[in-house]
Nanobody
């Protein structure tokens, strides 16, 4: 069963780009706002971008605003995170989940590693 499956990470030089994908179970994707989270070594997991289910309204953490773009494809039950102008401080494991209270979270997927380094 799908639940949440992230992909698209990798090693990229500073200033480069990556596009992450998150395939979600339809029951999760259809009615919930979705978010991309990241966790760097020694730090807490943080929400970096979110997208509403109906309006498609988006929100971003200040640290990524203007560089990252979140989108969703309802036909594919997939949420994307386009990351441009990557910085070393963007290095983290990236996860997707419901954007909402902790009690609404589904089991976390394996995440996808993003490493920004020259």
């Amino acid at each position: 069963q799908v639940q949440l499956v992230e992909s698209g990470g990798g090693l990229v030089q500073p200033g480069g780009s990556l596009r992450l994908s998150c395939l979600a179970s339809e029951s999760i994707f259809r009615v919930n706002a979705m978010g991309w989270y990241r966790q760097a070594p020694g730090k807490q997991r943080e929400l970096v971008a979110s997208i509403a289910s109906g309006s498609g309204g988006t929100g971003y953490a200040d640290t990524v605003k203007g560089r990252f773009t979140i989108s969703r494809d309802s036909a594919k039950n997939t949420v994307y995170l386009q990351m441009n102008s990557l910085k070393p401080e963007d290095t983290a494991v990236y996860y997707c989940n419901i954007a909402g209270p902790v009690v609404m979270f589904r089991p976390w997927g394996q995440g996808t590693q993003v490493t920004v380094s020259s």
